[in-house]
């Protein structure tokens, strides 16, 4: 059972590792992304912030999106986690997600600055509101214990 679609730059980190599994009662984390599956150093990395308990695999987006489908990862809570916004529309498009918390991208010349520690450009401000306009909850929300911000009040 899906828990939750993140997108977060940072992939698995302390705050998520912790925090998120903890809260979404999470025993899987699937890190989407088609990089890091050829990544072996990166992947060495974050496994440093692996949970006790938790398992962490690393998929392509195509990928992630066949081991869902396939029905492989039903005996888990799984927790998703994309690097960004334009691969998170790719598997809530797949997968009839309707729920993403965007959780932190990293800030590029000509981004905005939407809230604390996520920043969109254009194209991706379109993609939130398409998202949105399909029924999907966006909001940001760094930690579990902090306040949601919906996107469709920000853009």
Not at 28 to 33: P, S, Y
Not at 99 to 109: I, R
Not at 118 to 133: C, P, Q, S, T
Request: neutral net charge; hydrophobic residues 45%.
């Amino acid at each position: 059972m899906i828990k939750l679609l993140r997108i977060d730059h940072r992939l698995l980190h302390g705050q998520v590792a912790f925090s998120w599994s903890q809260a979404l009662n999470a025993n899987a984390i699937l890190l989407a992304n088609d990089a890091l599956v050829h990544d072996k150093l990166r992947q060495n990395v974050i496994k440093f912030s692996k949970p006790a308990g938790v398992k962490v695999i690393a998929k392509s987006l195509e990928d992630s999106v066949a081991a869902i489908k396939s029905g492989v990862t039903d005996k888990y809570n799984l927790f998703i986690i994309v690097e960004s916004i334009e691969d998170c529309e790719k598997l809530v498009n797949a997968l009839d997600i309707k729920e993403v918390n965007l959780g932190g991208t990293y800030p590029h010349e000509g981004y905005e600055k939407l809230e604390v520690a996520v920043y969109a450009n254009e194209e991706d401000k379109n993609i939130l509101r398409r998202m949105i306009a399909n029924g999907v909850d966006v909001y940001i929300q760094g930690v579990p214990s902090s306040n949601r911000v919906n996107v469709k009040d920000i853009i």
